[in-house]
């Protein structure tokens, strides 16, 4: 897999440093091979690729990961969000109806996904009716109705000859029409509506489905694409992008061994969402699109992943036991340096309170912490950034002439330093008591 070729490239690579461009071209090759045996169009791995290299080259080798992690952190990171970093929602019309129209080449899977989207937003509490505007296949508007049955959902199709009233005469943009007011009259809150496919991209197909579009004017249009389509995913989506147009795609067959690589590729040239993922034949083998969980199986890294943010969750729970040991009085005096190095780590955190949440008796500073200014760090940094570091080991040493240094290095005013200062005693005086009234035993899990 990836993640041990990776660990093959870095295996003379440790410590610090930054990761070298020897290194950093052996890494985008290995890339490279795992994206394209996922099967994603040659473009956009070109394009992964480059984008992946100036990231790892800007990156510190972190103190958390070894450089075979870290890689696969910045390409999954990478991945996730060109696949659409979080789930996008359906849109739901303000009035009326809203209506969703499916597009797809035949067999992508939109008939049965028709009854799938029917079925999960049912569970959501809506009203969907099933419309069946694939009147070029006989046995189509079966196939919906058939799958309507199943999941309990009604589905609106002309009858042969002209039953019902409906004058369609074969034309899938008359029953698109008729679909949309008999929702109203019966109260359905969301129409679905079926489309007819071909094998492949043709003009008249895209000329009927861009019809029915402008009949219905759907709230979303999705496009429905075979996971298994591999290199033809770009230009399929490409033919349907310009030819129809939509907002999102859904990914059939998932279920199969492809690895998924026409998510990237699609989501990559189209910067269209994948919306939705269908991963089987069952009605309920269907969900919102996860990108990271597609990020992972198309690096097939298994749980990589999930050890990276063991290993960084680690490490700062040990750079926190370093700093409550010091305060203990183990490991010598707490100075301003491991004030900032406290700082940045709760900054890397994301809030204060998780560090405070791993360091057992100090849940007590959590509202005051959690509206920590995350600016405030920045201030704070430059300030000690231009001190001594015989004055951030010893700040008593600092005194007015001392202030007016830093002040000027630092671009800051005399008393915003003097405030420090006084604000990184007191935090050390408070911590002191803390730690000597035996607030902080050792963590679980960690050597002691
Ligand atoms: P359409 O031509 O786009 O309407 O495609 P269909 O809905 O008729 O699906 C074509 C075939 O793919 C049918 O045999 C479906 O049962 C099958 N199919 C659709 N979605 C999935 C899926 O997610 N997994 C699997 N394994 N088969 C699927
Ligand atoms: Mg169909």
Redesign the pocket.
């Known amino acids: 897999t990836l993640s041990d070729r990776l660990a093959d490239t870095f295996k003379n690579l440790r410590g610090k440093g930054r990761l070298s461009e020897a290194d950093i071209d052996a890494t985008a090759r290995e890339i490279r091979i795992a994206l394209l045996e996922a099967d994603v169009a040659l473009p956009v791995v070109k394009e992964f690729v480059a984008a992946v290299k100036e990231r790892a080259r800007g990156e510190e080798v972190s103190g958390a990961l070894n450089p075979a992690q870290q890689v696969v952190k910045i390409v999954n990171d990478e991945l996730v969000t060109i696949l659409g970093g979080e789930t996008r929602r359906l849109r739901y019309a303000k009035t009326g109806p809203t209506v969703i129209m499916l597009a ?11 009854a799938k989207l029917a079925l999960w937003l049912k569970e959501q509490g809506k009203s969907p009716l099933l419309v069946a505007c ?1 009147l070029q296949r006989p046995n ?1 508007v079966n ?1 919906l109705q058939v799958n309507g049955e199943r999941v309990g959902v009604p589905v609106f199709a002309p009858e042969p000859g002209n039953a019902g009233g409906i004058e369609h005469g074969g034309d899938p943009v008359q029953v698109a029409r008729a679909s949309v007011e008999e929702a109203k009259r019966t109260l359905h809150d969301v129409v679905i509506v ?1 489309t007819a ?1 071909r094998l492949g991209v043709d003009a008249e197909l895209m000329q009927q489905a861009s019809d029915i579009r402008d009949a219905v004017q759907p709230d979303e249009v999705l496009f ?1 694409v075979d996971a298994m389509i591999g290199q033809d995913a770009v230009s399929t989506a490409q033919a349907f992008l310009d030819g129809v147009g939509y907002d999102g795609v859904v990914l ?5 061994d492809a690895r998924g690589g026409a998510a990237l590729s699609i989501a990559s040239i189209t910067g269209k969402p994948v919306m939705f993922a ?4 069952k009605m309920g ?1 269907f969900d919102l699109f996860h990108p990271d969980r597609m990020a992972s199986r198309i690096l097939d890294m298994g749980d990589m992943l999930t050890l990276i943010e063991q290993a960084e969750k680690t490490f700062d729970a040990e750079q926190a036991l370093k700093a409550a040991e010091k305060l203990s009085g183990k490991g010598g005096e707490f100075t301003l340096d491991d004030f900032l190095e406290q700082m940045q780590q709760v900054r890397k955190l994301g809030s204060m309170s998780k560090i405070m949440g791993m360091l057992p008796g100090m849940g007590q500073f959590r509202d005051q912490l959690e509206n920590f200014d995350d600016r405030e760090i920045d201030r704070i940094q430059a300030i000690i950034y231009s001190m001594t570091p015989a004055e951030r080991n010893d700040p008593k040493m600092i005194d007015g002439s001392r202030r007016q240094r830093i002040a000027r290095g630092c671009g800051r005013t005399v008393s915003d330093v003097k405030d420090l200062v006084e604000r990184f005693f007191e935090a050390r005086k408070m911590m002191t008591q803390l730690a000597r009234g035996g607030g902080m035993p050792g963590m679980p899990g960690m050597p002691g």
């Open positions: 797809g080449l035949q067999g992508a899977g939109k008939t049965t996904l028709a694939d189509a196939q079926d496919g429905v059939t067959k998932l279920d199969g269908s991963n089987g034949e083998d």
